[in-house]
């Protein structure tokens, strides 16, 4: 299993996870858990994801979900879960 880590965060809008959602599921990636809180209008997201049957690279995954982040007026980033995990060692 590849795992990825997806955060969202931006001003709240309706669709925003039905557009993550979507292109989630257009390309094969399986959430596994999913967090999502709205504080003060502000929205913010996170999500651990299955990538290991998308047929894109990581590298064109992300530059994909920056650029429906970008569409929707949020900003969205990937991490791989062991970089995720390495950046947040105590």
Same mark, same amino acid.
């Given at each position: 299993?590849?795992?990825?880590?997806? @955060?969202?965060? $931006?001003?709240? @809008?309706? $669709?925003?996870?039905? #557009?993550?959602?979507?292109?989630?599921?257009?390309? %094969?990636?399986?959430?596994?858990? !999913?967090? %999502? @809180?709205?504080? %003060?209008?502000?929205?913010?997201?996170?999500? !651990?994801?299955?990538?290991?049957?998308?047929?894109?690279?990581? $590298?064109? *995954?992300?530059?994909?979900? #920056?650029?429906?982040?970008?569409? !929707?007026?949020?900003? !969205?980033?990937? %991490? #791989?879960?062991?970089?995720?995990? *390495?950046?947040?060692?105590?």
């Amino acid at each position: 299993m590849k795992k990825t880590i997806i @955060t969202v965060v $931006g001003k709240d @809008t309706v $669709g925003i996870i039905a #557009k993550v959602c979507t292109y989630l599921a257009e390309n %094969q990636i399986n959430i596994l858990d !999913i967090s %999502q @809180t709205i504080v %003060q209008g502000f929205f913010n997201m996170m999500m !651990i994801v299955d990538t290991s049957s998308c047929p894109k690279s990581f $590298g064109d *995954m992300a530059d994909e979900m #920056k650029a429906v982040g970008e569409e !929707i007026g949020v900003v !969205i980033k990937c %991490q #791989k879960e062991e970089i995720f995990d *390495m950046m947040h060692r105590i």
